[in-house]
């Protein structure tokens, strides 16, 4: 293969910078669609069948001071023939005491008398428990960081550590800039998904940093450029069968929740995989190993400086 991956570095970390950016930009001024998970909050799932219109929901909604401005989001179905209807509707509202919901779904039952309990459900968050919630992700990421970067240092030494996790803090920003210039809802799935991709992205990466401490032994200091772009074209087919092979499935897993199951939640679960199974396969290969490199030779410039 003639092209290198270490002489045109520039290029992919120019790319990735224009994707930071961009991220940046959304996250400033759309912020993330937070779901009632960490935004907290009330969420009707109504299932009403193909024979509703909107109009006919607002007039259930208008009716309610607690629900004046909520969100309604149509929820779409296929029969068995593969047609597109619209089956039920998604509400969003502020946290709603358990009273309050109990009338709310009263009044849906009086405008469609045919709904049984299976058709209507209440998923409720209080502010203090989507609090917790956000605090125990932030943990759970922080936690995984410094595991990564223990288990990498041991294995191998700081510098790869060091480019690793880098790496992996740049698939997670893609991920959550993804999702925010999307507007996809953020929910306990999607740090589930992200915890994921952690473990995918950062076995890709020790598989090319294996390949590197390997070619070293056999290589000196000046022809450590060569010797990533070797190691990464050695672990390159490997790598991209892999992804592939993982791509294939989570996509056959979004098209199977999208016509048999409808799961938001799950489908945003997948989605989030599906962009950090690109990302991360990505980074391995022009972002981790090249910048163990610039690491590397930052060490060796600052280790000839005099006293």
């Given amino acids: 293969m003639k092209f290198n991956f270490v002489s045109n570095r520039k290029f992919s970390y120019a ?45 259930v909604t208008g009716a309610v001071p607690e629900l004046k401005g909520a969100a309604l989001q149509l929820v779409q179905g296929r029969d068995l023939q593969g047609r597109i209807s619209t089956e039920g509707v998604v509400i969003k509202s502020a946290y709603l005491e358990e009273g309050r919901r109990s009338a709310i779904l009263a009044s849906f039952r009086d405008s469609w008398p045919e709904l049984g309990p299976e058709d209507l459900r209440v998923e409720s968050v209080g502010g203090v428990i989507s609090g917790e919630l956000a605090r125990q992700s932030l943990t759970a990421l922080v936690v995984a960081i410094a595991g990564m970067i223990v288990y990498i240092t041991i294995r191998f030494e700081f510098r790869f550590a060091l480019a690793a996790i ?49 070619n070293i032994v056999r290589k000196k200091r000046d022809e450590y450029a060569e010797l990533v772009d070797v190691s990464i074209k050695q672990s390159l087919v490997r790598t991209l069968n892999t992804s592939l092979t993982t791509f294939t499935v989570l996509l056959a897993l979004l098209v199977g929740f999208y016509y048999f199951i409808g799961s938001f939640d ?34 060796r410039r600052r280790a000839r400086r005099p006293a």
């Fill in 166 to 214: 880098i790496a992996l803090l740049h698939d997670i920003f893609i991920i959550i800039a993804i999702f925010s210039i999307l507007r996809i809802e953020v929910n306990v799935p999607f740090i589930a998904a992200i915890l994921t991709i952690f473990g995918y992205s950062v076995n890709d990466t020790i598989v090319i940093f294996d390949r590197i401490r390997e």
């Fill in 266 to 299: 799950l489908i945003a679960f997948v989605v989030a995989l599906l962009i950090g199974v690109v990302v991360g396969t990505y980074s391995s290969i022009f972002i981790a190993a090249p910048l163990w490199l610039d690491l590397t030779g930052l060490q």
């Fill in 15 to 59: 790319f990735s910078l224009i994707l930071i950016l961009a991220g940046i930009l959304s996250l400033i001024f759309s912020g993330l669609n937070l779901g009632i998970d960490f935004a907290g909050g009330t969420v009707f799932h109504l299932n009403l069948g193909s024979g509703f219109t909107l109009n006919e929901v607002e007039a």
